[in-house]
Structure formats: structure tokens, C-alpha cells
């Protein structure tokens, strides 16, 4: 039995150049071309009549299916076609035509997206059922997307104060030390892939995990200035993939108190690209420091 076609429709407050270039490179289509919960750790996409239109997407299991076909129509900036093959556990299981339109609603764009099926494999008849909730949530992150890349670059300063009851030397250890670091700085959410640490005026730090999703994220600084025992200054850039989300100055400050030492965090940060804000990172930032203290 033939799956059903689905249409589905959504309203973005851009024009339709704008919503038609987040189709064009293999970077952003990665960015939003998958439903809520899955990942596209790999995109090829060759924006031309006949060119490549490939995705990896990545299912919350950590199981991968290839979307792998071509561009049938490209017609800037109101219509996209293009079929693809769907394989899974390395055998394909169906195919999808997908025809994209794009109409101008005053300063908005209707972007409307028509699929029909062809089933390659019976035992997948049901696959395609989801398809119609997949691509709301997929809708979603393009909504996202578009606006992302049109917001300019935001500023932000945050200071945190703690406490601690251990000493200056063993709160200082857990910034400059690479193994008593790496004890905090670190998530079970991802694998590292690279974790380097030279702490000196000019040395670098670059820490790199995999996510369970497929995402990449890179940290990058290097230490400006280092007083053992009582300040760190690094200046230090945030990566996810390979597009850089943030760039920041950080100032870690040490003092002993009459019950153990206080910690003082300074941070200016420029957030690029809409990807993150002083809050968000102010927010993560604290999460770090109750790390330290379970640590410490």
C-alpha cells in the first residue's frame, strides 16, 4: 500500500530570500533538517538543478539513516523540488519527493512543503506515518534558524561569588590543574575527543566532546595572565561544529577568608549569531561552580 502524501505549511517573519537561502549550504540545512529529538551531524548540498541534496540524520537511539538524492528544481527564491533515497540499517527502505514553495505574505513567507512516498521496503509501510509531526518540529528549528541569522552580535558581563571552605591553594588547583579540572569541567552528556592544558601566560587550553546527538562543541583559550594561587585571566572562543558561537574574557580570582577562600568569576562575552546569551552563559557558568564545589 502506497503511503499518503502530506502537506504542510508555516508562516516566517522573513522574506522568502531569506527563508530560501537556509535550503542553500550543507552548514545550515545541518542546523534545522531534522525533527525534534535527532541531529544531521553531516550535510552535502549542491544548490543547482541535478546537484547532491545528502543528509545523515541522527535518531535519539544514536542510530543514523541517509537521506541521499539530488535537486530537481531550483528556482530562487520560490520553489525547490528535489527526491531523495532513504536508507536504514544500510538498506534503502523508501523514497521521497519533496517539492518546496515559497510565497511572500506582505513582509513574511508561506513556506508550504508537499512529500509523496514511494516504498522500497514492506516492512516500512509505517515510517512515513510521522512524517507530518516530524516536520513541525522540523519547522521549528528553521524558524530558528532564520532568525539566528539575522541577529547581530550581543554583548554581556555577569560576576559570581562563592565561597568555599577549603583553602586558596586547592580552590586555585582546581582551575590550573589538568586532572582536578577535568573532575568539573566536563559533561556526561558527551565523549572528549581532545583535552589539552598548559596554564602560563601564552599557553593554550582546547577542550572538544561529542555529543550523544552528533554535535561537536570546542572550547579554545589561551591564558593573558597567571598569578599561581590567587588570578587566572584567559580569553577563550566557543565552537559548535565548526561555527563559532561566542568569544569571551575571563577573569578567575582567588582569596583566602577567615573560613577557606572566595571565588570571583568575572566574564565579558560577545554572543554571535544568536546562538547563546549572557544569561544562558551566566546560567551555565554557576552549574560549573557547584560542579567545583562537589568536587572540591
Not at 70 to 96: D, H, I, N, Y
Not at 135 to 150: C, M, N, P, Y
Not at 206 to 222: H, P, R, Y
Not at 244 to 249: D, E, M, P, Y
Request: hydrophobic share 40%; glycine share 8%.
Amino acid at each position: 500500500m502506497k503511503p499518503e502524501p502530506i502537506e504542510i505549511s508555516r508562516l516566517f517573519d522573513a522574506p522568502p530570500v531569506r527563508v530560501f537561502a537556509a535550503w542553500a549550504t550543507g552548514e545550515r540545512v545541518a542546523r534545522w533538517f531534522s525533527p525534534e529529538g535527532c541531529s544531521v551531524p553531516k550535510a552535502e548540498i549542491d544548490f543547482r538543478p541535478g546537484g547532491i541534496f545528502a543528509v545523515v540524520m541522527r535518531h535519539p537511539d544514536g542510530q543514523d539513516s541517509l537521506c541521499r538524492g539530488a535537486f530537481e528544481e531550483v528556482t530562487p527564491p520560490s520553489r525547490l523540488a528535489f527526491t531523495m533515497q532513504v536508507e536504514m540499517g544500510g538498506k534503502p527502505r523508501f523514497r521521497v519527493h519533496t517539492l518546496v514553495d515559497f510565497a511572500a505574505e506582505g513582509e513574511k513567507t508561506r513556506m508550504t512543503v508537499r512529500q509523496s512516498y514511494d516504498l522500497l521496503d514492506a516492512d516500512y509501510a509505517a515510517a512515513p506515518a510521522g512524517a507530518r509531526e516530524g516536520w513541525r518540529t522540523t519547522l521549528d528549528k528553521l524558524a530558528q534558524e532564520i532568525a539566528r541569522a539575522e541577529a547581530p552580535a550581543s554583548h554581556g558581563m555577569f560576576s559570581i561569588v562563592r565561597e568555599f571552605p577549603q583553602p586558596p591553594a586547592a580552590l586555585y588547583r582546581a582551575f590550573a590543574d589538568p586532572k582536578a579540572k577535568a573532575r568539573w569541567f566536563a559533561s556526561e552528556e558527551w565523549t572528549p575527543l581532545a583535552r589539552e592544558m598548559d596554564v602560563r601566560v601564552g599557553g593554550r587550553e582546547i577542550l572538544k566532546g561529542l555529543w550523544k546527538s552528533g554535535m561537536v562543541t570546542t572550547f579554545e583559550a589561551v591564558y593573558l595572565d597567571v598569578v599561581p594561587g590567587e588570578r587566572l585571566v584567559y580569553a577563550y572562543s566557543l565552537l559548535i561544529d565548526a561555527r563559532k558561537i561566542s568569544v569571551s574574557l575571563a577573569t578567575v580570582e582567588i582569596a583566602a577568608t577567615p573560613g577557606g577562600s572566595r571565588l570571583k568569576i568575572t566574564e565579558q562575552g560577545v554572543f554571535l549569531d544568536g546562538y547563546e546569551d549572557n544569561g544562558a552563559r551566566e546560567h551555565g557558568t554557576r552549574e560549573l561552580v557547584e560542579r567545583i564545589a562537589q568536587t572540591l
